[in-house]
């Protein structure tokens, strides 16, 4: 059974992948953990009790455990009452059950990218983006867009850029004189500073360089290196800089130049749109009809109404 | 000669609508008027020194005037030295020639919104969005969409709102579960009420109901009662009202409610998206090529920079 | 035995009305209910422990139980902690025994307010401020201000604009050329959408118009409507729609216009000084003397000094 | 003929008052001065041409002057044109026909503020205040409460400070439990610091004490030194210079500490009343029927509008 | 064995100084007390379950027990759960072993701050800062800075004085024109008024004077006075209490000036540089090498990296 | 005569530097330039009228012109007003002459710099640094710190880094455990991409890079592609990187990252605090004793006083 199919009152018995391990003490002085299973279904957050010292190097983010556990529901959020676990090796699990990874084939996504890759005219834009995908291929169309809020899942990466590249040729067909080379540039590459920021595609979080440089900095320079070792000069690497740089729109979020071509300012729109469009759906998925949501941290803390189905 | 015609050191007689009037004294203690003048081509001011008394009735928004002036360049802008006018009476000009309208003509206009009316499938929200299009029919397909800032010409009001409907279309396209039918009549109704905010299609000014109301109220307040008198009840006009009063995305821009449904994000961020990309547009029209544009006020003040074209 | 007159160590056993209902698992996986209960002096939370699930239905918002609790101090509140409930019915016990209202009798508040609608001696205005009262009285006289915060019980609307009604006089008397009319008519509207944006008087909640339209827009569409179905035209409606607009004083605060004339100006000021003073005293009531209040969120989370006696 | 009578296209001579003199030069290289001048109805703005060095000297702040000048419309606001002047000695004018003042009699308003020390109870309280108020008495009565924006004119500390001291007493009546001694006493120390931060009643300017320090601090170190001088201790001076110091309340305005008592809360909210209410006066006086006002940096930078009168 | 020695898994057996109290009720209706005990090393929390309402008398700020516990790990953090205390009389334990100090000898500190004033060369500024250092001595050497944040140990406010002592003579010999007196005089006040606002050097909490007038006002007052008290007049008083008023920099933190002069705007970067280091150096102390620390609230919310060391 | 030594009243005939040159229209429509002329000793405006079409060649920014002209007082400022120009060639001026440097030799700041980048004792540092200087040596020994401001003036850039240098050396000496390298190194990096950003040390501008990339990330991008070149790997790179782009301190200033190391921290508050006293200084300049500056912009638009000197 996946994690999605667990229902109050169950007892279940699965394996599950640990992705976090947190340390508790309750009031009463019981030492307790607080464990972050995963399958490819979704994911559930465990409680174990009165943990002896010899079994807490079980508990490691990244290990595979066969869990038993009584699912309760805990401030209207399902929750494992951990009652014991075994440690499961490679081949005793399937690894693509236990990440969550976007819904459309990676081949599908590969090919997605590659068309779009393809479709840049402008011969030197052409070359830079194609030199920048090669060599940061193989993570980029791996990772997650972020550690969570959106797109949190094995190629989510790829997924929200192909999302935007979509939204991006459908904008520029709008309107006259965009530059669709550079706009759909400027897409591919925005975010692909994530796959040295965060940490992999699987339990995810933050690197030093990550934290302390950040993805808009960290591929701004990429573009700046790539473009002169393979000889582009002139306004190109500038504009495609600038870009990077600026599609978080303001500088209170993180953009060091604000959007000041229309092509960045149209690029860092979509993102947005692109975001808060999923963070939309995951919130309501977790909502029921003619009800509100939780509080949106990252939609300035507002609430969701999802509406009754009209017939 | 058109206004967009016009260059430094011409003298030119030409026919040209007055769309402001302001008085003023010089340092030196002379008279002088600063005049906006329009054709369809564009506008530009005037000003006209040494005035008697007895001349300022000529000057009034509205009138159509034979100008002879001097161009100069004021500040980097071109700027008429009024040096004798004529008052034209109606038949001595064309009124098409004088005001400015969107690009696309209006039949063409017309027959888009009525695909757009046409091809809403639920049927509360059809006749709902019909009503009240028929209701504020004249109006709002020869209104600008502002007085000044982005489509701020004949039919602009419309012309917005078919990109705006063109844009909900496709993001709609590229995601699940957005309710097309909703999205598209928020997208026709959110700017009905400038029909009642705004003065008229010409020399457009607030009026005092759109400055003490506002477009956004009066229009929410429109949408209850056609809703009320034409017998639909339930949560078809309270999501309307709610898409039309959120539509400035926070209330610091004058919503007195942020959007809390899916299709109100989205409607709130399109709108957007299209006011500035048309701003960013008029700005860079009046930029040079490898320049930077005057300071944007609509756009947080920033600048904006006009690329070079690659071959 | 009160609420009110409740104290730690006791065992109670009373009628209390529910107000909410909030379930829970605790650290070590134990099920209980947080439940909200009041009668006419006040109100107080209790938590029922390890309750089985044919239990829950007898806890309802809006039902009344015979309660047999411990009374606690937790975290410097009273709190129940319930050892057994027995519902009861209609006749088992008084109603007005179980909520709070207003101190004041609901006649006296009533003759009030017919007084202040008598004073208006515009025809036009006191024409219409009867209208719409007459339509919402029912409601208008019983509903509380707000779910929380201040005038949180029934009546307390009604007894929250009389206040502001007795300010707006006494302000209007201190200077020249207030146009009182104007001014009482602003204050005895500017709530009266609140009667459809909260549930009702007794566990009171946002009802879905409420949240997405909200009482601002719910009532200045109403004022709009009406005006118009009773022949009012020119400035009286738009001056009592502005007034109701913009009674909240800025933008950030969910008014669509700030207040541009000066009796919105004072509308706000005195709605903001009688909701201020309504919570101050409230959470001093709460303080010791020579004490500090808790932080106040609803007064930018400052805190309040209660100075000791003088002599 | 008083300022308030010139009309565009009269020359005047009369006596007038110099509150400023600034000096120019126009773009074409000439030398002007820009002089302000008022008497007992009101201010005007003058400008002198071609001024010779030796003439100079007859312009200062506080001079009297005989000004011959034509009247003229400058951007919508009357102005002198200067011809010349004649400098005039005490004998040769009446100054109480050149300074403005409040128009309620000087007398009356001393009686009046009499009445409020009087009516203080407690006795340590009326001790300080009236201390206080003996200490600054000459002064007090006479400035202004501000070099412009409200109450800029002779006694209009005193005029404002009476008057939020009606509304103190009000607002004290509409509420149970309000400590009106402490209300009021608050009300009449609040500004008396301005005695010390400003110049003096005319030509009023700030004094390098009134920038570096400020009323504010200037006030509270007062009420803390007098208090110690006369043997009063315990709560009441910390509770009066709380009051004086939280006055503006909040820090951004200059408020070291935000107002934590009710009657602090209250204070800051009628200083703010009263001061807005005489600004929107002002701002209406020169503003005409129908129309709207400029905008007005103390309200936030809003505009106003003066409704039609109703019959 | 000190606090700072107390490891996961200890029971200890020590006298502890107790320096807060909190009542708590558990989830399952227990009585606890929450602690926060401290010695010279450090300070800890700690709980006492299922205490007697004749145990509470115990539990007192200021109290010495001996404290018998167990030492635990809650949420990363060291906790004491209590067995049982024993209350000691003075005569039975070392205050000095009790309570956190400056690392620097008392003496030292006096030694320096000495030098300091007798560094002060104009005569004016000399006698005015003997005199207020004087009358605030006692307290002024031994009271903390803070109660927590920065500095927040016995001699603290005289250690954070020092140091941005040496700060300001080290800035001020970088450049030229800086007046060295006043920038000392005003480094050596600007804090002083905190022994009025904080109640003493052990179990540090606000007063309500420092509650109600702040540490900056009530010193601004205190230089006023003595100023006055002995005869110095003129700039110098004026320039010294505009120093300490404006040392928090902005007025949204607390100043209700802000800094005008150039030794005051160096006094308030010298003291934010100063407490952001004192609170970067403690925050570090608690984060091990290549982690990042905890959410720091006084700075800006952000975390803090701590480097690896390099060989 | 130097421009500084011009005063109102004198006709000059100078050699002097064109450093900017804009085109205006008067109201009453003569053309007229606005320049901006510089020699050694400082900057002054110059109008020039009734300018014909063939002369406007002659004023080109980076020009040496001899210039005959009246020295006018215009609001407070010294201005040209110019009668003639005559160009001139290399040779007929000394360029020493005509442009503003900072007061200490070159040599000498050369040789500073040099010890300060030998004192690096860290040898990955010492190399990265080393050959990052090394790099860009030529520029960043000449150009200004920015174009207005501060240090706006020939080798302002290395000026403003050696003051800050000082300052870090001696805030390091009053603590324990700060990594004097790395802060050395930050300082002396964090603006070397101003050498980009910015056009030149004579008549200085932004380039279309700096505008679109800016001086911090074109700087960040630098350090990782030369770390890579140079093979030094590790965390010496990420911490230099962070510090150069952190050392704006808030992202809204323009720092993608927030200072998140000590020495980071440090680097932000010292580049403030050197730039702060700066302008501080320029402004007192322009300030007579005992009175108060024009509003600074960059302080956030506050006034400076000047206080008296003391004996």
């Known amino acids: 059974m996946y994690i999605k199919e667990f229902s109050e009152g169950l007892r279940i018995s699965e394996n599950l992948l640990v992705t976090q391990v947190i340390k508790g003490v309750s009031n009463s002085g019981q030492n307790y953990l607080t464990i972050g299973f995963q399958d490819k279904s979704g994911r559930i957050d ?32 399902l929750q494992l009452k951990v009652i014991s676990v075994r440690p499961m090796t490679i081949g005793q699990y399937n690894l693509e059950d236990l990440t969550i990874s976007s819904k459309i084939p990676l081949e599908t996504l590969k090919e997605r990218l590659q068309a779009f890759i393809d479709g840049i005219k402008d011969k030197e834009i052409h070359r830079l983006v194609s030199e920048l995908m090669t060599r940061h291929y193989d993570k980029f169309v791996l990772y997650p867009a972020a ?10 990466l790829l997924e929200h850029t192909l999302s935007m590249a979509n939204l991006a040729k459908m904008v520029a067909s709008n309107y006259e004189d965009i530059d669709t080379d550079l706009l759909i540039a400027g897409v591919l590459l925005h ?12 339990a995810t979080k933050y690197t030093v360089a990550g934290k302390l440089i950040g993805h808009i900095s960290l591929m701004s320079a990429e573009v700046l290196k790539v473009a002169e070792e393979i000889g582009i000069e002139g306004e190109v690497p500038i504009l495609l800089t600038h870009m990077v740089l600026s599609h ?33 759906e995951k919130a309501l998925d977790e909502t029921e009809v003619g009800g509100f949501s939780q509080r949106l941290w990252a939609l300035d803390n507002n609430v969701l109404y999802k509406p009754s189905k009209r017939d």
Chains 1, 2, 3, 4, 5, 6 share one sequence.
Do not use: C
């Open 46 to 77: 465990g409680k174990i009790w009165d943990i002896n010292d010899h079994d807490y190097h079980l508990f490691q983010t990244g290990e595979v455990l066969n869990v038993v556990a009584d699912v309760l529901d805990y401030r209207g959020q």
């Open 248 to 280: 978080h729109g303001k500088m209170e979020f993180g953009s060091p130049v604000v959007p000041m071509i229309k092509e960045a300012i149209i690029l860092s729109m979509i993102d947005d749109l692109d975001a808060k469009i999923k963070m939309v």
């Open 191 to 202: 975010d692909v500073g994530k796959t040295i920021e965060l940490s992999g595609p699987i």
């Open 147 to 156: 550690s969570r809020n959106h797109h949190e899942y094995v190629s989510g």
